[in-house]
């Protein structure tokens, strides 16, 4: 019987299987197919440990994490200083809500250091406790900001296809993945799709990457003459699609789409849910192009996923709307602005700027993980393209290289090569049949050939099995 430490504790292959037996028996996982817990032996891994980029399982195994969680270990597990901010702050004042003209210090301390890292004059942030929850927000304060003006008729919200703006019923609606509408009755009226940056599937025959760029941005604008600009309210998109599977606009896309806004006086919208907090080398993805969106979600690398915490911000336009309008904004969550997570998300904003990890990571690191992953995958026989952009990736995998060609059932080979990973000790998600990684921003160049290598031997045995 194999035996591993977790503190004082002895964790036993029996523990192991208990853990087990509970998940299967009381537990509904989030994103998982049901049918999976008939079977206790294949049940879920237990994560007991973790630490830089290594989480340990109840088995004593290490796996290096190259999703960072869930794209949001931005700083990297195991920061006892964060630990000790949680307690003194639970100790001192564990909860107050932010209602009734109250707030708490954490709370006002970090919306401040937000509006000093935020682009352009995003001044002003509303707290919730995950993206979902502040895209909702940003649907309900945008609808507001309009109403407010009396323009009641600007009801439409538009976003890309294969998008994802979260799990509710707002955030699956905003999202364009038709697996989160099929079953629920989405995605509800006034939401509309156009097509997203991403070349690989969409670029045409001979297209540059600058035509494609245009004509993909484009696409929003012939949404809003269809609809009707008055009757628009918003633009959201996320600065690179991340659970879409990393795609990554033609330089000149977003500022187009920004200019394509500001023509038609509708909202511009930036999902950093993902991108934010350093993970495309800026405090925000959208600093990359130098845009000024009028507002911002943001939700994961706000805390590093240490305590659910989430934000949107706005800009001084739209917040001197709603001040001047004296109309009440009906619209709050219990832990809207929660002082621990304030407290745990201002101290990871803090160290980030004081151990200077966005600077490093952006010279030292993005540069050799792209130079590896394209050193790596781009002449493999599997493999349709490589993209990189800061600390995100997607190996793309295709039938066939030549031209191109997916595989018959989608995302049948991605989740070959997933489990294949986790078998070798790395995570990288399988998005579709890409294969996505998103290290914490603190890992080194070592981990990174570590990282790579496993990533490189699991696409070698995929390969093995389907081509
Ligand atoms: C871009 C984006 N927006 C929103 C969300 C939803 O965030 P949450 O899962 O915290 O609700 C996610 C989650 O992955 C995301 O990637």
Redesign the pocket.
């Known amino acids: 019987m194999s035996e591993t430490a977790r503190g004082s504790e002895k964790i036993t292959d029996d523990t192991t299987a208990h853990w087990k037996r509970l998940d299967v028996r009381h537990h509904l996982n989030p994103q998982m197919n049901y049918h999976q817990l008939k079977e206790v032996e294949g049940g879920s891994r237990i994560i007991t440990d973790a630490s830089g980029v290594w989480l340990t399982d109840s088995e004593g195994e290490k796996i290096l994490d190259g999703m960072a969680g869930?794209?949001a270990v931005n700083i990297g597990y195991g920061r006892d200083d964060f630990a000790r901010v949680a307690a003194e702050q639970m100790n001192r004042l564990a909860y107050y809500n932010s209602f009734f003209k109250t707030t708490t210090p954490p709370t006002v301390e970090l919306a401040a250091k937000l509006a000093e890292i935020a682009p352009g004059d995003c001044n002003r942030v509303f707290f919730g406790s995950?993206?979902?929850?502040s895209?909702d927000t940003f649907v309900r304060m945008a609808r507001f900001y309009w109403s407010i003006q009396g323009q009641k008729k600007r009801v439409n919200f538009i976003t890309r296809e294969m998008a994802?703006?979260?799990?509710t019923q707002t955030?699956a609606s905003l999202g364009g993945l038709g697996i989160l509408h099929e079953h629920f009755g989405l995605p509800l009226p006034n939401f509309h799709h156009v097509m997203p940056p991403y070349g690989f599937n969409f670029k045409r025959a001979g297209e540059s990457d600058e035509e494609f760029g245009l004509r993909a941005a484009r696409a929003v604008e012939e949404k809003i003459l269809e609809l009707g600009s008055d009757t628009v309210a918003a633009f959201l998109g996320?600065p690179v699609i991340?659970?879409g599977g990393v795609l990554i606009p033609p330089d000149n896309y977003w500022p187009e789409v920004q200019r394509i806004c500001r023509e038609y006086g509708i909202l511009f919208g930036a999902?950093e849910?993902?991108t934010g907090f350093g993970r495309l080398g800026r405090w925000f993805g959208c600093q990359r192009w130098g845009l000024e969106p009028d507002m911002i979600t943001m939700?994961?690398g706000i805390s590093s996923g240490y305590l659910p915490l989430?934000g949107l911000m706005v800009s001084d336009k739209v917040a001197r709307v709603m001040i001047d309008s004296g109309e009440d904004f009906y619209h709050g969550y219990t832990y809207s602005g929660h002082p621990v997570a304030c407290a745990v998300g201002l101290a990871n904003v803090e160290a980030m700027a004081r151990e200077k990890v966005i600077e490093t990571f952006d010279r030292d690191i993005a540069p050799y993980f792209r130079e590896r992953l394209i050193g790596e995958f781009a002449d493999h026989p599997l493999v349709g393209e490589v993209r990189v952009i800061g600390g995100l990736s997607a190996v793309e995998m295709v039938a066939d290289k030549a031209t191109g060609k997916r595989f018959e059932k989608t995302g049948s080979v991605g989740t070959l090569c997933r489990d294949h990973c986790m078998r070798l000790g790395v995570i990288s998600r399988g998005i579709r049949d890409a294969m996505i990684l998103c290290p914490p921003l603190v890992i080194s160049r070592d981990e990174v050939d570590e990282m790579v290598r496993r990533l490189r031997l699991a696409v070698d045995l995929t390969a093995k099995e389907v081509l």
């Open positions: 869930l794209w995950s993206g979902s929850e895209n994802y703006h979260g799990s955030g996320e991340g659970a999902d849910v993902i939700a994961k989430s």
